[in-house]
């Protein structure tokens, strides 16, 4: 295939698969029984790139009603127009939200397509930087009981070697810091002292309990607080900042570029957080690493690791990635090529082209929805 690329994408497709978790999760907010991934498939040649995202149907309806009309016919490589049209073109609707997490699916297709197009790994396209990246363990929901969370400890430490495990805390709306602090302080005395333990708060605490959950657990050596209180709160998040040892970090809401800078110019955040299936794919996770870099900061992937392994190999200042237990089982059980998290570090495989997963349709047809 000629470097200068000039293929006509000739197909773009959505599907919806709602897919029960393992058990009851639930975090500091929220609660859910089953998970909805919206697959995208882009044609063009004789290649197929493949994106997702995790949101409602209502993303495959954006992207049928919405951007088809945008993206068949374009060169594969006009990803940049593609994005920036789509973008104009969701205004009315909302860029936020769902919007945007229809147009960061299909992004993540179409850089899969024009690396496959080139016979390139998709982390050598974009130049990689890391050989490998960082992951750490994400779960540890608060409708685990002491035995469940033990167990997926065990599997995150003794069988992955991961250095870093988070739990979410905040258990219903911030009304139960007794158990929050337990929780804690079972994982640090699972973990041993050598480990790091994450914590997120998915906004559920005000300011003042969230400073004070992690001043009456000094004990177990919290050294990241993810989203201790609401990611809108920016002056809250600062505060909380101030007060506390750990690194704050907030960003998954992020839907555009703007709410990214604005977490980072206003002192809110040690590490940005940024979503690449909501955060308008490669195109939009580049953008604010680079928006990170302007303020000294690094980025971390959050959720859906396999969206994130090639773009923050490709990434100077990436920290981590999240092995979100949820996400990372069904990438594992529904795409070939899938990526081991041992020894807590993924390294995208050089010999598969494009992003080197294959979505196994034939496995998810009974979780597809209509």
Same mark, same amino acid.
């Given at each position: 295939?000629?470097?200068?690329?000039?293929?006509?994408?000739?197909?773009?497709? #959505?599907?919806?698969?709602?897919? /029960?978790?393992?058990?009851?999760?639930?975090?500091?907010?929220? *609660?859910?029984?089953?998970?909805?991934?919206?697959?995208?498939?882009?044609?063009?040649?004789?290649?197929? %790139?493949?994106?997702?995202?995790?949101?409602?149907?209502?993303?495959?309806?954006?992207?049928?009603?919405?951007?088809?009309?945008?993206?068949?016919?374009?060169?594969?490589? #006009?990803?940049?127009?593609?994005?920036?049209?789509?973008? +104009?073109?969701? +205004?009315?609707?909302? !860029?936020?939200?769902?919007?945007? &997490?229809?147009?960061?699916?299909?992004?993540?297709?179409?850089?899969?397509?024009? @690396?496959?197009?080139?016979?390139?790994?998709?982390?050598?396209?974009?130049?990689?930087?890391?050989?490998?990246? *960082?992951?750490?363990?994400?779960?540890?929901?608060?409708?685990?009981?002491?035995?469940?969370?033990?167990?997926?400890?065990?599997?995150?430490?003794?069988?992955? %070697?991961?250095?870093?495990?988070?739990?979410?805390?905040?258990?219903?709306?911030?009304?139960?810091?007794?158990?929050?602090?337990?929780?804690? +302080?079972?994982?640090?005395?699972?973990?041993?002292?050598? +480990?790091?333990?994450?914590?997120?708060?998915?906004?559920?605490?005000?300011?003042?309990?969230?400073?004070?959950?992690?001043? !009456?657990?000094?004990? #177990? @050596?919290?050294?990241?607080?993810?989203?201790?209180?609401?990611?809108?709160?920016?002056? %809250?998040?600062?505060?909380?900042?101030?007060?506390?040892?750990?690194?704050?970090?907030?960003?998954?809401?992020?839907?555009?570029?703007?709410?990214?800078?604005?977490? &980072?110019?206003?002192? #809110?955040?040690? &590490?940005?957080?940024?979503? *690449?299936?909501? &955060?308008?794919?490669?195109?939009?996770?580049?953008?604010?690493?680079?928006? *990170? @870099?302007? =303020?000294?900061?690094?980025?971390?992937?959050?959720?859906? /690791?396999?969206?994130?392994?090639?773009?923050?190999?490709?990434?100077?200042?990436? !920290?981590?990635?999240?092995?979100?237990?949820?996400? @990372?089982?069904?990438?594992? !059980?529904?795409?070939?090529?899938?990526?081991?998290?041992?020894? %807590?570090?993924?390294?995208?495989?050089?010999?598969?082209?494009?992003?080197? =997963?294959?979505?196994?349709?034939?496995?998810?047809?009974?979780?597809?929805?209509?």
């Amino acid at each position: 295939m000629p470097s200068n690329i000039d293929v006509p994408i000739t197909s773009l497709s #959505a599907s919806t698969y709602v897919i /029960p978790t393992d058990g009851p999760e639930a975090d500091g907010t929220f *609660a859910w029984d089953s998970t909805t991934m919206v697959v995208v498939e882009a044609r063009a040649g004789d290649q197929t %790139g493949t994106g997702w995202t995790y949101a409602p149907r209502a993303a495959a309806v954006v992207i049928e009603d919405t951007l088809t009309d945008i993206v068949i016919g374009r060169d594969a490589g #006009a990803i940049t127009a593609i994005y920036e049209e789509a973008c +104009r073109a969701v +205004r009315n609707q909302g !860029r936020g939200g769902i919007a945007a &997490c229809a147009i960061s699916a299909v992004d993540l297709a179409l850089w899969d397509l024009l @690396a496959r197009l080139h016979d390139e790994p998709l982390h050598r396209f974009l130049g990689r930087v890391h050989r490998d990246v *960082a992951v750490y363990g994400s779960g540890g929901f608060t409708t685990y009981d002491d035995r469940r969370l033990d167990e997926q400890l065990t599997y995150w430490v003794d069988t992955e %070697g991961f250095s870093s495990v988070k739990i979410k805390i905040g258990e219903s709306w911030g009304a139960n810091v007794t158990r929050d602090l337990a929780r804690m +302080r079972q994982v640090r005395g699972r973990i041993g002292p050598d +480990r790091e333990l994450f914590v997120d708060g998915n906004g559920a605490y005000g300011v003042s309990q969230a400073i004070g959950v992690l001043m !009456r657990c000094e004990d #177990a @050596a919290v050294s990241w607080f993810e989203e201790p209180v609401s990611s809108d709160d920016l002056e %809250g998040l600062r505060s909380v900042r101030h007060a506390v040892t750990a690194d704050v970090a907030a960003g998954e809401y992020g839907w555009d570029l703007w709410t990214l800078r604005r977490l &980072c110019s206003s002192g #809110a955040v040690d &590490c940005l957080q940024a979503d *690449a299936t909501r &955060c308008g794919g490669i195109t939009g996770w580049r953008r604010a690493a680079t928006i *990170a @870099a302007a =303020y000294g900061l690094e980025i971390s992937g959050h959720t859906s /690791p396999h969206a994130h392994a090639h773009v923050a190999s490709a990434t100077v200042n990436v !920290r981590h990635l999240e092995w979100f237990h949820d996400h @990372a089982r069904i990438e594992e !059980r529904f795409f070939d090529g899938s990526l081991s998290p041992s020894g %807590g570090r993924v390294n995208p495989d050089d010999e598969r082209i494009g992003n080197g =997963y294959t979505f196994r349709s034939s496995d998810a047809a009974h979780f597809l929805v209509q």
